[in-house]
């Protein structure tokens, strides 16, 4: 029953609320519509209406587990055939999800974390390398690219012992690494698929065809990093290894090879580029408000002492850099919505009934300026709303850039450690200035990551 939910007024036969609605731009058009239309509010597209819901009572009662799960549609149901059942993209009911997330939970224990900090070390230093040359020459550093090719090697070295080389590249020649370009290619065209209507899917057989192209590409490189481990053979107990050699510990069930790639392919993909938007978008608003910088690096230098190589310890200490984080993924959350089905029949708000399996997507860029849970000044950046008092008068879940419940996200403290081990790498080795004039313009590929943002460095 849809008739209580407010939708765009202008709403064209057969076609429905396409005024004004952009495919390269989903999320930026649904949160205008959002605040025009309040906290529940429905789009149609080509027949396919969806409901969407960002107000903090209603997005509670969602991540109620009685009453709601994870569904796997839209943008995370067009990944399915690259990510299969892998587990951001497995059916709730599908066996292969309870078997891999018990197998591969250990490796994001906090022991795993400690074993992987020294070669998260190691790419921050390669990344410090770089940065150093373009600040000898004087020329400003494109931070998406830079965080993309710090995340890739990140997740690829720890998870699964295989270097792309993303340093080596010299990307004005070269562009960007074929698995980044390709991976770009699959996430931008299973956006497109939620906008354009099936019957209109002739006008997409060109991408089809690059599409296929890039999940074979995908698959390709998938295959090389199983070989060189199994060509290898021992591992560090890494991710790869855990898919390979670890068997459920009631079960006695193993991974099959197909699954496997599955998996390889949801952590080098899940695994780095939302992280890489998340610390674009820090560095964004660090260079934009020297007040909150200043604070940060007096933390860093206060916490690390003179050690330039912090322990594992001292990262998660730095709380105020954790805020920083924090609140640019309250701004910006680069996984920016997710979806939620009934697992009953039930009514949503004491007024939206809903059957079971019927669901709706959360719109978390909204949620997360919700004036009932943030006050009257949500646009305004400020990382003391996570203090811990500020954070103890809100409401619960109104804050879940990583999902919610038991499909959220298994790499939240993995994220967060890299993340956090980065920001203050840098902020004590440089000074951060925005390019005069840059306003901050995002860019969606499911994931949101800042357009065109460049940063002048000076060393300290
Ligand atoms: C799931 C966000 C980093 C692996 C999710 C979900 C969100 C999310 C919102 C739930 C999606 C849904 O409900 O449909 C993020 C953000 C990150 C991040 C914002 C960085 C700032 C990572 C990292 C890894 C990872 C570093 C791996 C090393 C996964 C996996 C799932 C997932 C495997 C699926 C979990 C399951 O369903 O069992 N993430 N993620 N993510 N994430 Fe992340």
New binding site residues.
Partial sequence: RLDRIPHPSRRVPLIGDVVGANVRTPIQDSMRIAAELGPIFRRKGFGKEIVFVWGAGLAAELADESRFA?H?GLG?ANLRPLAGD???T?YNHEPN?QLA?DVLAPG?SRDAMAGYHPLMLDVAGQLMSAWDASEAAGRSVDVPVDMTKLTLET?ART?FGYDFGSFERDFDQEGPHPFISAMVGALSFAQRRNVVPPLLSVLLRGAERRNAADRAYLNRTVDEVIAARRAAGDGPGDLLDRMLEVAHPETGERLTPENIRRQVI??LV???E??S??LSFALHYLAQHPDVLAKARDEVDRVWGDVDVPAYEQVAKLRYLRRVLDES?RLW???PA??REAVTDTTLGGVHPMRRGAWALVL?TMLHRDPAAWGENPEVFDPERFAPQAVRARPGHVF?????G???????Q???H??TLVLGLLLRRYDLAPEPGYRLRIAERLTLMPQDLRLHLTRR
């Fill in positions: 994870k796997v995370v892998g587990l951001f497995a999800w997330h994001f997740i998870g949801t952590f899940a695994g780095h939302t992280t938007g998340a993924l959350p680069t996984a997710f979806a978390t879940k850039p990583f999902g919610t038991a499909r959220a996200c298994i790499g939240r993995f994220a967060l890299e993340a």
